[in-house]
């Protein structure tokens, strides 16, 4: 009985339409890319992390890279573009503003050994692991 008269109501009582009537104007407010800007991949090797992003149209004076233990922190901006008087959009989909991105990195970083290089859009990070955390060979001795 309750149910049936539920839906007499119609759909303002269904929560899922709420839920995404909430996500779709929190998305307009909020844009995506400002959560998930840069996207990064990080690949490792025995010694080293490396990791690479694109940030095209960013002045590399303007990235700040960081490294404490095992977390690396990317900060930076992109300055929007200058448009005269009397011009307007007609697209605009580019995005601008601050970002920051942390990763968590498998293991310490030698941070004073970090090496980044930015080229044509794309920035490179080596970041070494700290001589505590290689694997240490053990010599086995007969005898």
């Known amino acids: 009985?309750?149910?049936?008269?539920?839906?007499?109501?119609?759909?303002?009582?269904?929560p899922w339409r709420e839920f995404d009537r909430i996500e779709r104007t929190l998305s307009r407010l909020v844009p995506r890319s400002s959560v998930e800007f840069p996207a990064v991949n990080i690949w490792?090797?025995?010694?080293?992390?490396?990791?690479?992003?694109?940030?095209?149209?960013?002045?590399?004076?303007?990235i700040d890279i960081s490294v404490a233990g095992t977390t690396l922190t990317l900060r930076g901006s992109r300055q929007p573009e200058d448009i005269q008087e009397g011009e307007s959009y007609h697209r605009r989909e580019r995005w601008h503003g601050q970002f920051t991105k942390t990763v968590n990195l498998p293991f310490n970083v030698q941070a004073d050994m970090v090496n980044a290089r930015f080229s044509k859009g794309i920035l490179s990070i080596e970041l070494p692991r700290a001589d505590v955390e290689k694997p240490?060979?053990?010599?086995?001795?007969?005898?």
Not at 2 to 13: C, K
Not at 44 to 62: C, H, K, M, Q, Y
């Open 1 to 14: 009985m309750l149910w049936s008269d539920l839906e007499r109501f119609g759909s303002w009582l269904d």
């Open 136 to 143: 240490k060979k053990i010599d086995v001795k007969s005898g």
């Open 44 to 62: 490792v090797s025995e010694n080293s992390a490396f990791l690479t992003t694109e940030i095209p149209g960013v002045d590399p004076r303007a």
